[in-house]
C-alpha cells in the first residue's frame, strides 16, 4: 500500500493552485463531462437550424465596381475649377464618404421611393404580445387607455429612413488602384442590384451637378470681374486723358532741358556767390586798413596811384595825404558797390534755381503720375483680357462636362450573404461546444462531494482501500443474501479487494479488530462492516461482528430472525456471559453481538476498561472482531474504540459526503493520534459513473466489466 505521508505530499502538489494547469486533467474532466458537452452542441446546433430557417431573413448583397478619374490639378489652368480627385489616399477616402452622405443616400431615397418600402420604413406595425397584455390588464383593471402614440413628421421619418438606407451601403476601396466597390445589402437580390446601380448613377450626376454649378459659378464671379475691370480701364484711361491735358507742355525731353538748365544756373550761382565772397573779403580789407599807415592802405589797395603818394603822405605832405585819402575812399566805395552789385546777382541766380527745381519736380511729378497710371491700366488691361478669355473658355465648357469616375460594371443580382447556413450552423457547435466545456468546468469546480477514488485520495492524502458499489437489495436484510448467493458480482469483488487491502495494510502486525465508522449516518459503514464480516468468514475465519453504534442499533434490520434480548452493554457491565449474549448467523457463520437500549451514556461504557477488556478477550477467541461504530461527527463513540482498534477503516458515501464532512471526520480522528488504515467509497452508482464520464477507468464499473461480473 502507499505511505499516507507521502500521498499526502504529492496530493498537495497535484492541487497547488501556483502549478500550471495540467492540460491532461482538463481534458479528463472534458471527457467525463461528454454528454453534457454533447447535449450543449446538439441545442446550439438545433438553435441555429431554427434561426436559420424560420426566424432569420435572408440578406442579399450586389456590388456594382467603378473607378476614379484622377487628375493633377492645375492653378494655372481653368482645370482647377473644373478638378477632378487629387491622387492621394486621403481624398479617395473622402469619396468613399461622399457616396454614403445624407444628401446623395437623401435623393436616392427620393428617386427610389423607398420611403414605402417596409424593409427601410417598417411603420408602427402591429401590438407585440407585451402591448396586447397590458391593454387586457388596463381593461380589467378599468384603467384609462394610455396616451395615444405621437406619430413622427415626415422628416424625422425621412431621416431614419436616409439613416436605414445608409446602413446597408458599403463602399470597398482596392489597395493601390482608384478602382471600388459599392456594395448593397438587402432582403431582395434584384432590389440591391437596383439600389447599388441607381446610387452609382446618382454619384456620377453628383460630380456633373458639383462641375456644372461651379462653372456656373465661376462664369458668374468672371462675368462680374470682368465687368469691374472693363469700368476701371475706362476710369483710368479718363484719368490718363485728364492728366495730359492738364499738363500738355510736360515730357521727357522739356524735363531733360530744364535738368540741363538748373545746372548751368547753378554752376552761375556758384560763380557769383564766389566773386560775392571776394568782394565781400576785399572791402573787409579796405575797412580793417583805413586806420593803418599809408604804406600798408596803399599796399592793401593795390593801387599804383596810392603806392606813389604813400610816401609823400608819411612825410605829412597835405596835400599828398588829401589826394591819397580821397583815392583810397573812392576805391573803397568802388568795392562796395562791386558787393552791392554781386549780392544783387547772387539772388537772382537763387531765384532762377528755385525756379527751375520748383518747375522740375512738378513736371517730374506729372510725368510720374501719367506713367504710374498708364501702367496700372496696362495691367488691368492684361487682367481683363485674361478674364475674359477664361469667360468665353467657361462658357463654352458649360454642358460638356463629364464625371470624375465612370462605371465599369453594374451590379447584377445579389449573392446571399446572410444567414451563412454553413457558418452559423459550425458557429453554433463551436459555441455550444464551449458553453457545454464551460458548464463542464463549472460542475467540476462547484463539486463537493467525491465522485472517484483519485479525488478522495488527493484531497485527503489518504489512500483509498476500497470501492463499494451499491448492493442492489430492497431491504437491509436481503443485503447479506445477496452476497452469499451471488459471490461473482461486482459488490462481492469490491468487498473481497477490499479485505485484501485492509490485511495488507499493516504486514508489520496482524489486523484483527477492525472497525468502520463514517462523517454522518447514511453513508454505508454498517453494510461495509457486514459484507466485510461476511467475507472473512468465507475464509474459513472465526469472526465477531459487534455493534457499537448502540444508539442507533441497526444491526436488527438487517439480523431480523436474532432473537436475543442481551447485548453488547450486559456483556461488558457482567450481567450477561459473552456467550450467552452472541448470536450466530446461520446464513453468514458470523457471530453477531448487538447492541442493547440503556440509561446508561455508550461514550461511557465504551471507555471503560471492561469494554477494553472484552475486546483484549475477543482478540483471543476469534481471528477477527468488527467493530460497527457511531459517526464521527455525530457522537465520540468512534473516537473512543478507535484507540484499541488494529485497523480503522473510514467510510465515505459517494457523491453524497461533502469535502467539509470528511475534513471535519479526519480531523476528529487525528485528535486521538490514532492512524487511519484508509477510506472507502461506497454505495457507488456506476450508472453514475458514467454519467459523470467515469465508465472507463474504474474496473468493476466500467463499461470493460461487462461479462465478468454477476448481475
Same mark, same amino acid.
Given at each position: 500500500?502507499?505511505?499516507?505521508?507521502?500521498?499526502?505530499?504529492?496530493?498537495?502538489?497535484?492541487?497547488?493552485?501556483?502549478?500550471?494547469?495540467?492540460?491532461?486533467?482538463?481534458?479528463?474532466?472534458?471527457?467525463?463531462?461528454?454528454?453534457?458537452?454533447?447535449?450543449?452542441?446538439?441545442?446550439?446546433?438545433?438553435?441555429?437550424?431554427?434561426?436559420?430557417?424560420?426566424?432569420?431573413?435572408?440578406?442579399?448583397?450586389?456590388?456594382?465596381?467603378?473607378?476614379?478619374?484622377?487628375?493633377?490639378?492645375?492653378?494655372?489652368?481653368?482645370?482647377?475649377?473644373?478638378?477632378? $480627385?487629387?491622387?492621394?489616399?486621403?481624398?479617395?477616402?473622402?469619396?468613399?464618404?461622399?457616396?454614403? #452622405?445624407?444628401?446623395?443616400?437623401?435623393?436616392? *431615397?427620393?428617386?427610389?421611393?423607398?420611403? &414605402?418600402?417596409?424593409?427601410?420604413? =417598417?411603420?408602427?406595425?402591429?401590438?407585440?404580445?407585451?402591448?396586447?397584455?397590458?391593454?387586457?390588464?388596463?381593461?380589467?383593471?378599468?384603467?384609462?387607455?394610455?396616451?395615444?402614440?405621437?406619430?413622427?413628421?415626415?422628416?424625422?421619418?425621412?431621416?431614419?429612413?436616409?439613416?436605414? *438606407?445608409?446602413?446597408?451601403?458599403?463602399?470597398?476601396?482596392?489597395?493601390?488602384?482608384?478602382?471600388?466597390?459599392?456594395? $448593397?445589402?438587402?432582403?431582395? =437580390?434584384?432590389?440591391?442590384?437596383?439600389?447599388?446601380?441607381?446610387?452609382?448613377?446618382?454619384?456620377?450626376?453628383?460630380?456633373?451637378?458639383?462641375?456644372?454649378?461651379?462653372?456656373?459659378?465661376?462664369?458668374?464671379?468672371?462675368?462680374?470681374? $470682368?465687368?469691374?475691370?472693363?469700368?476701371?480701364?475706362?476710369?483710368?484711361?479718363?484719368?490718363?486723358?485728364?492728366?495730359?491735358?492738364?499738363?500738355?507742355?510736360?515730357?521727357?525731353?522739356?524735363?531733360?532741358?530744364?535738368?540741363?538748365?538748373?545746372?548751368?544756373?547753378?554752376?552761375?550761382?556758384?560763380?557769383?556767390?564766389?566773386?560775392?565772397?571776394?568782394?565781400?573779403?576785399?572791402?573787409?580789407?579796405?575797412?580793417?586798413?583805413?586806420?593803418?599807415?599809408?604804406?600798408?592802405?596803399?599796399?592793401?589797395?593795390?593801387?599804383?596811384?596810392?603806392?606813389?603818394?604813400?610816401?609823400?603822405?608819411?612825410?605829412? &605832405?597835405?596835400?599828398?595825404?588829401?589826394?591819397?585819402?580821397?583815392?583810397?575812399?573812392?576805391?573803397?566805395?568802388?568795392?562796395? /558797390?562791386?558787393?552791392?552789385?554781386?549780392?544783387?546777382?547772387?539772388? &537772382?541766380?537763387?531765384?532762377?534755381?528755385?525756379?527751375?527745381?520748383?518747375?522740375?519736380?512738378?513736371?517730374?511729378?506729372?510725368?510720374?503720375?501719367?506713367?504710374?497710371?498708364?501702367?496700372?491700366?496696362?495691367?488691368?488691361?492684361?487682367?481683363?483680357?485674361?478674364?475674359?478669355?477664361?469667360?468665353?473658355?467657361?462658357?463654352?465648357?458649360?454642358?460638356?462636362?463629364?464625371?470624375?469616375?465612370?462605371?465599369?460594371?453594374?451590379?447584377?443580382?445579389?449573392?446571399?450573404?446572410? =444567414?451563412?447556413?454553413?457558418?452559423?450552423?459550425?458557429?453554433?457547435?463551436?459555441?455550444?461546444?464551449?458553453?457545454?466545456?464551460?458548464?463542464?468546468?463549472?460542475?467540476?469546480?462547484?463539486?463537493?462531494?467525491?465522485?472517484?477514488?483519485?479525488?478522495?485520495?488527493?484531497?485527503?492524502?489518504?489512500?483509498?482501500? /476500497?470501492?463499494?458499489?451499491?448492493?442492489?437489495?430492497?431491504?437491509?436484510?436481503?443485503?447479506?443474501?445477496?452476497?452469499?448467493?451471488?459471490?461473482? #458480482?461486482?459488490?462481492?469483488?469490491?468487498?473481497?479487494?477490499?479485505?485484501?487491502?485492509?490485511?495488507?495494510?499493516?504486514?508489520?502486525?496482524?489486523?484483527?479488530?477492525?472497525?468502520?465508522?463514517?462523517?454522518?449516518?447514511?453513508?454505508?459503514?454498517?453494510?461495509?462492516?457486514?459484507?466485510?464480516?461476511?467475507?472473512?468468514?468465507?475464509?474459513?475465519?472465526?469472526?465477531?461482528?459487534?455493534?457499537?453504534?448502540?444508539?442507533?442499533?441497526?444491526?436488527?434490520?438487517?439480523?431480523?430472525?436474532?432473537?436475543?434480548?442481551?447485548?453488547?452493554?450486559?456483556?461488558?457491565?457482567?450481567?450477561?456471559?459473552?456467550?450467552?449474549?452472541?448470536?450466530?448467523?446461520?446464513?453468514?457463520?458470523?457471530?453477531?453481538?448487538?447492541?442493547?437500549?440503556?440509561?446508561?451514556?455508550?461514550? &461511557?461504557?465504551?471507555?471503560?476498561?471492561?469494554?477494553?477488556?472484552?475486546?483484549?478477550?475477543?482478540?483471543?477467541?476469534?481471528?477477527?472482531?468488527?467493530?460497527?461504530?457511531?459517526? *464521527?461527527?455525530?457522537?465520540?463513540?468512534?473516537?473512543?474504540?478507535?484507540?484499541?482498534?488494529?485497523?480503522?477503516?473510514?467510510?465515505?458515501?459517494?457523491?453524497?459526503?461533502?469535502?467539509?464532512?470528511?475534513?471535519?471526520?479526519?480531523?476528529?480522528?487525528?485528535?486521538?493520534?490514532?492512524?487511519?488504515?484508509?477510506?472507502?467509497?461506497?454505495?457507488?452508482? =456506476?450508472?453514475?459513473?458514467?454519467?459523470?464520464?467515469?465508465?472507463?477507468?474504474?474496473?468493476?464499473?466500467?463499461?470493460?466489466?461487462?461479462?465478468?461480473?454477476?448481475?
Amino acid at each position: 500500500m502507499s505511505d499516507p505521508q507521502h500521498l499526502s505530499q504529492a496530493s498537495s502538489a497535484d492541487i497547488d493552485p501556483d502549478d500550471h494547469i495540467d492540460f491532461m486533467t482538463l481534458m479528463g474532466i472534458l471527457w467525463r463531462g461528454k454528454l453534457l458537452i454533447l447535449l450543449c452542441m446538439i441545442c446550439a446546433l438545433g438553435l441555429a437550424v431554427w434561426y436559420a430557417l424560420g426566424v432569420a431573413v435572408p440578406t442579399y448583397r450586389a456590388s456594382a465596381q467603378m473607378s476614379l478619374g484622377v487628375r493633377t490639378e492645375n492653378l494655372l489652368d481653368l482645370e482647377a475649377v473644373l478638378s477632378g $480627385v487629387n491622387p492621394d489616399q486621403t481624398s479617395i477616402n473622402t469619396e468613399m464618404d461622399v457616396i454614403r #452622405s445624407s444628401e446623395i443616400v437623401g435623393r436616392l *431615397v427620393d428617386g427610389m421611393n423607398l420611403m &414605402d418600402d417596409p424593409e427601410f420604413n =417598417p411603420g408602427p406595425g402591429e401590438p407585440g404580445l407585451i402591448e396586447r397584455t397590458v391593454t387586457q390588464v388596463r381593461g380589467l383593471l378599468d384603467l384609462p387607455p394610455p396616451e395615444p402614440e405621437v406619430l413622427p413628421d415626415e422628416i424625422i421619418i425621412r431621416n431614419a429612413v436616409i439613416n436605414r *438606407v445608409r446602413g446597408i451601403i458599403a463602399t470597398e476601396p482596392q489597395e493601390r488602384s482608384y478602382v471600388f466597390n459599392i456594395a $448593397v445589402t438587402t432582403q431582395d =437580390p434584384m432590389k440591391s442590384a437596383l439600389i447599388a446601380n441607381t446610387l452609382s448613377q446618382y454619384y456620377r450626376d453628383d460630380q456633373i451637378a458639383l462641375k456644372v454649378d461651379a462653372t456656373e459659378r465661376a462664369a458668374i464671379w468672371l462675368a462680374d470681374r $470682368v465687368a469691374e475691370l472693363q469700368v476701371e480701364i475706362e476710369e483710368a484711361e479718363t484719368e490718363i486723358n485728364a492728366l495730359r491735358t492738364r499738363n500738355t507742355l510736360i515730357s521727357a525731353e522739356s524735363i531733360a532741358a530744364l535738368s540741363a538748365q538748373s545746372v548751368e544756373v547753378t554752376a552761375d550761382l556758384q560763380s557769383a556767390e564766389l566773386a560775392l565772397r571776394r568782394a565781400q573779403d576785399r572791402v573787409a580789407a579796405f575797412e580793417d586798413a583805413a586806420t593803418a599807415d599809408y604804406e600798408t592802405r596803399a599796399a592793401v589797395a593795390g593801387d599804383a596811384q596810392l603806392m606813389s603818394l604813400s610816401t609823400a603822405a608819411a612825410e605829412q &605832405d597835405a596835400a599828398a595825404i588829401a589826394r591819397f585819402d580821397r583815392r583810397f575812399n573812392q576805391l573803397l566805395l568802388q568795392l562796395r /558797390g562791386d558787393t552791392a552789385r554781386a549780392r544783387e546777382a547772387v539772388g &537772382d541766380l537763387r531765384e532762377q534755381v528755385d525756379s527751375i527745381t520748383s518747375q522740375f519736380e512738378q513736371q517730374s511729378q506729372a510725368l510720374i503720375e501719367i506713367e504710374q497710371t498708364e501702367r496700372d491700366t496696362e495691367a488691368t488691361r492684361i487682367l481683363y483680357d485674361t478674364f475674359l478669355t477664361r469667360l468665353k473658355e467657361t462658357s463654352v465648357q458649360v454642358g460638356v462636362h463629364e464625371a470624375d469616375s465612370r462605371l465599369l460594371s453594374e451590379a447584377t443580382p445579389g449573392y446571399q450573404v446572410a =444567414p451563412r447556413k454553413g457558418i452559423l450552423l459550425a458557429m453554433s457547435v463551436v459555441l455550444g461546444f464551449i458553453i457545454g466545456a464551460i458548464a463542464t468546468l463549472a460542475r467540476e469546480a462547484l463539486q463537493n462531494t467525491f465522485r472517484s477514488a483519485s479525488a478522495l485520495e488527493r484531497h485527503t492524502g489518504r489512500a483509498v482501500l /476500497g470501492q463499494i458499489p451499491r448492493i442492489p437489495a430492497r431491504t437491509r436484510a436481503d443485503t447479506i443474501a445477496y452476497l452469499a448467493k451471488k459471490p461473482t #458480482s461486482a459488490a462481492a469483488e469490491a468487498v473481497r479487494n477490499l479485505r485484501t487491502s485492509i490485511l495488507m495494510s499493516s504486514p508489520d502486525r496482524a489486523c484483527k479488530v477492525i472497525l468502520s465508522t463514517s462523517s454522518i449516518p447514511g453513508e454505508g459503514k454498517t453494510t461495509l462492516a457486514i459484507a466485510l464480516a461476511q467475507n472473512l468468514v468465507g475464509l474459513d475465519k472465526k469472526v465477531i461482528l459487534i455493534e457499537g453504534d448502540i444508539r442507533r442499533r441497526k444491526f436488527p434490520e438487517y439480523f431480523p430472525n436474532a432473537e436475543i434480548d442481551k447485548g453488547l452493554l450486559s456483556v461488558v457491565t457482567g450481567e450477561t456471559p459473552l456467550a450467552q449474549a452472541v448470536w450466530s448467523d446461520p446464513a453468514s457463520g458470523i457471530d453477531v453481538l448487538m447492541g442493547q437500549k440503556s440509561s446508561v451514556n455508550a461514550a &461511557d461504557v465504551l471507555s471503560s476498561a471492561k469494554f477494553t477488556a472484552l475486546i483484549d478477550g475477543l482478540r483471543q477467541q476469534y481471528d477477527y472482531v468488527i467493530i460497527d461504530t457511531p459517526p *464521527v461527527l455525530v457522537v465520540p463513540d468512534a473516537r473512543i474504540i478507535s484507540a484499541i482498534a488494529d485497523a480503522i477503516v473510514y467510510v465515505v458515501h459517494w457523491d453524497k459526503t461533502t469535502q467539509g464532512q470528511v475534513d471535519d471526520g479526519l480531523k476528529q480522528l487525528r485528535s486521538q493520534n490514532v492512524p487511519i488504515t484508509g477510506l472507502v467509497l461506497s454505495q457507488i452508482d =456506476p450508472k453514475g459513473m458514467r454519467r459523470y464520464g467515469y465508465s472507463d477507468q474504474y474496473g468493476a464499473y466500467s463499461r470493460f466489466a461487462k461479462g465478468y461480473y454477476e448481475g
